[in-house]
């Protein structure tokens, strides 16, 4: 009778240790997992670091260019809400003091700005991708039509902004 109860004892350890986590299958099976998981790990990351270095720099130029105009125009009409939102915290003095002067103008002096400001534009002359494809100098000139003749047009200023990748998207960082 001990006989068998020591062999029913055998058998449920035997039992135990084929289910449980130290039994030679089961760490051969976790193992596999462990392995997996970790190929799987490092292909993520590989991709990620791949995809953002293999970023098409002639679409990233132009979604540069497109956001440098896009923050120029709202500077230029005094649209300071999307300007910060098109622009870096470096910026933030300059357009905190922009803002602060245009606020303090008599609504008179405001409309009369608006007018003049009305027909500006501004033209991009070129583009030059630098330190990478995460900096990007933009020069423009800002153009106005002569009053009373549309068709000859003023150049008033020749400039820069440049442009840096964050946060996925293009901001205006430096103004020359």
Same mark, same amino acid.
């Given at each position: ?6 062999? +029913? %004892?055998?058998? *449920?350890?035997? #039992?135990?240790?084929?289910?449980? /986590? !130290?039994? &030679?299958?089961?760490?051969?099976? $976790? ?45 230029? +009409? %005094?649209?300071? *809400?999307?300007? #910060?939102?098109?622009?870096?915290? /470096? !910026?933030? &003095?300059?357009?905190?003091?922009? $803002? ?58 020749? /400039? ?17």
């Amino acid at each position: 009778m001990e006989n068998l109860d020591e062999n +029913r %004892k055998e058998m *449920n350890f035997a #039992r135990h240790m084929k289910h449980s /986590s !130290l039994s &030679p299958r089961s760490k051969k099976q $976790s193992s596999v997992k462990l392995i997996a998981m970790l190929a799987i790990l490092i292909i993520l990351v590989l991709f990620m670091i791949f995809a953002g270095c293999s970023r098409n720099p002639e679409s990233s130029q132009s979604e540069a260019v497109s956001n440098a105009k896009d923050f120029l125009n709202a500077y230029i +009409r %005094k649209d300071f *809400n999307k300007v #910060r939102s098109l622009a870096t915290a /470096s !910026l933030d &003095p300059l357009v905190n003091e922009a $803002s602060k002067s245009s606020e303090q103008l008599s609504p008179k002096a405001k409309k009369l700005i608006a007018s003049i400001t009305a027909d500006m534009y501004f033209d991009i002359d070129s583009s030059f991708v630098n330190e990478g494809v995460d900096t990007i100098t933009v020069y423009y000139t800002l153009i106005k039509p002569l009053p009373g003749n549309k068709e000859v047009l003023q150049k008033l200023k020749s /400039s820069n902004v440049v442009m840096i990748h964050k946060q996925g998207t293009w901001k205006v960082d430096r103004m020359n």
